[in-house]
């Protein structure tokens, strides 16, 4: 396959990892129990509904906190999109084992990079804006507030200064670097599709 081919394939494999993402995003949104009508959710299950809406045909609705539809959907667009692009490109089918741990470790991947970029604008806004009231100051700050209240229990702020974000930056980091790491290893060719 030529160079405009692999481009292609990498284009396309950019544009379903941001879709994921978006999925991801939903599914965390919805884990975090933040604002349901806030327009940004609404856009982000608007987008990522077609791909949902089977699934939750025979999973059924939201339970809980967990919307597993959202989790089986991404779970299979990613596995079904690593065997189309390693076939096109030639390579042939990849183990179905190393499929599923690809497509698990892409997900890891979009929910650590979520929080990252999430705590980083909430850094950003507790600067420049702390008591902001845009819908998407709102939506960043209810979708970190899960996992930072166990860090701040632990490690109280300082006066001004919140150390929490810093621990849980760490914690993203050794995550990624371990078991997202490990996965996409374990994951062979497939695990090169993982990440945007």
Do not use: C
């Amino acid at each position: 396959m030529g160079q405009m081919g692999n481009a292609g394939l990498l284009l396309v494999n950019t544009l379903i990892n941001i879709y994921l993402f978006l999925m991801m995003l939903r599914f965390l949104l919805q884990a975090s129990q933040a604002d349901y009508y806030n327009p940004i959710s609404q856009s982000v299950v608007k987008i990522t509904q077609p791909v949902v809406r089977p699934f939750q045909g025979f999973l059924g609705p939201v339970m809980g906190r967990f919307d597993m539809a959202t989790l089986a959907a991404a779970f299979v667009l990613k596995a079904v999109s690593i065997v189309v692009i390693l076939q096109i490109a030639g390579i042939g089918m990849p183990p179905i084992t190393q499929v599923a741990i690809g497509a698990i470790a892409a997900i890891a991947n979009a929910i650590l990079k979520i929080y990252f970029f999430a705590l980083i604008v909430m850094i950003i806004l507790s600067w420049v804006a702390p008591n902001a009231s845009h819908p998407g100051a709102l939506l960043v700050m209810q979708l970190v507030e899960p996992i930072m209240a166990p860090v701040r229990k632990v490690i109280p702020p300082l006066g001004m200064i919140d150390l929490s974000p810093i621990v849980v930056f760490i914690a993203i980091s050794i995550v990624d670097g371990i078991v997202v790491g490990a996965l996409t290893r374990a994951a062979g060719i497939a695990g090169a599709l993982v990440g945007l």
